[in-house]
């Protein structure tokens, strides 16, 4: 479904504090960016924010990045993290939000930013063959992701999609990254500590199962 334009997006989320304008501006520098200097996680696709939501304000000795590419749902972000850090009591600043092509994200991220861990949740599955190189987990990505992902760091996968899941194993395997942990129904798996994005609680009251991996270096 196509979001409708929302002209008060861009303005609100260029008054936060906590919206990075231009990326580019910080590559190599991330860690400097936050108050403190602690491990930096990064969300691909953040959505409305839920799922950084709960993580970031529970986590304060983790620096997280989150990335969308529309302006009207990353202020549906912007509002979700603050009202977690504010319910919490909590101070925000170990975020930062973007808007960013994830296609690109060797544009924003190098070697110097050292990312420990990368979510993945719930990306488009591209099924047509011609488009499958635009898929978040697709041999492509996932090298550029190892340009800044550290040599112990972790890809934490989620989604609904079999096609996709199936595939992006193979994925995996061509970027020489080892399957940690794989489930096909997490949620009556033995993981714990899993956080619940929206779209995982919409497939989930569908009957449809999430399948889960944390792919390392």
Same mark, same amino acid.
């Given at each position: ?84 850090? $504010?319910?919490?009591? *909590? =101070? !925000?600043?170990?975020? &930062?939000?973007?808007?960013?092509? /994830?296609?690109? #994200?060797?544009?924003? +991220? ?52 079999? $096609?996709?899941?199936? *595939? =992006? !194993?193979?994925?995996? &395997?061509?970027?020489?990254?080892? /399957?940690?942990? #794989?489930?096909?129904? +997490? ?31």
């Amino acid at each position: 479904m196509r979001m409708r334009r929302k002209p008060w997006a861009r303005p609100e989320l260029e008054a936060c504090d906590f919206f990075i304008v231009d990326p580019k501006e910080l590559k190599g520098k991330w860690n400097n960016s936050y108050k403190k200097e602690q491990p930096i996680y990064l969300e691909l696709g953040c959505g409305k924010g839920t799922f950084m939501a709960v993580h970031a304000s529970h986590n304060k000795n983790i620096n997280y990045i989150a990335i969308d590419i529309k302006d009207e749902v990353l202020v549906l972000a912007k509002r979700n993290i603050e009202k977690a850090f $504010e319910e919490l009591g *909590e =101070s !925000l600043d170990n975020v &930062k939000l973007m808007a960013q092509e /994830i296609l690109l #994200i060797d544009e924003i +991220l190098g070697e110097e930013d050292s990312i420990e861990r990368i979510y993945i949740n719930f990306c488009n599955p591209w099924p047509k063959e011609r488009h499958k190189k635009r898929r978040l987990t697709h041999t492509r990505q996932l090298e550029n992701y190892k340009k800044f992902l550290t040599s112990n760091g972790e890809i934490w996968f989620k989604t609904d999609d079999d $096609e996709l899941f199936e *595939e =992006s !194993l193979e994925y995996f &395997k061509e970027s020489g990254l080892n /399957i940690k942990y #794989i489930t096909y129904d +997490l949620h009556n798996s033995d993981f714990e500590g899993n956080v619940k994005t929206e779209h995982e609680e919409m497939f989930t009251a569908q009957g449809i199962k999430t399948k889960f991996l944390i792919a390392t270096r």
